[in-house]
């Protein structure tokens, strides 16, 4: 995808990073389990089998098995590609049909902000810059198992509602904007 370059530098492209290596993780682990080795035609069936029902995997392993897949219409990595190229619409779409198991330690629902939040900043160019801004600065307090209340989530969207375009980009904390 985006191999852990957020923009916005920062806490929330450190947790970006941490993200994609676990992502990275989680396929090495799969494909170990199937004596699958190295990158080719194996490599790829297995994706793209993965891909036929992504519910019987974990979310980390179906977004891999996207990471290594390239879309026949427009020829970016599957599900990567601009908004409106079919494939990549549906196979986006399909990354959220696999399983989220909660880690250890968190609270529920945490997996899937981290699932949400992961796949926004992956694939930036597919969300509006308000909703790239709250996913992002959320990444490093999602990957640390915090999860925030409504009302927390609900105030930082004002804030960030507020803030011209620019700001959104540039900013790497929510501290920095939020009234104190």
Known sequence: ???????????????????????????????????????????????????????????????????????????????????????????NAYRFAAREIDRLHVPPGNEHALRVASAVARTRHRYSPRARCGYELALPALLAGDLPTTAEAQAAKAVINRLSDAERESITSLSDVMPR
Do not use: H, K, Y
């Open 1 to 91: 995808m985006n191999g852990g370059r957020l923009p916005r530098g920062g806490r929330p492209a450190a947790a970006l990073e941490e993200i994609e290596a676990g992502i990275e993780a989680a396929w090495q682990a799969f494909v170990a389990s199937f004596a699958v080795e190295g990158s080719g035609g194996e490599e790829t069936a297995l994706a793209e089998a993965v891909l036929q029902d992504p519910s019987e995997f974990e979310w980390r392993v179906a977004d891999a098995a996207m990471d290594r897949l390239i879309c026949e219409d427009c020829r970016s990595t599957l599900g990567a590609g601009p908004v409106g190229c079919a494939p990549c619409d549906r196979a």
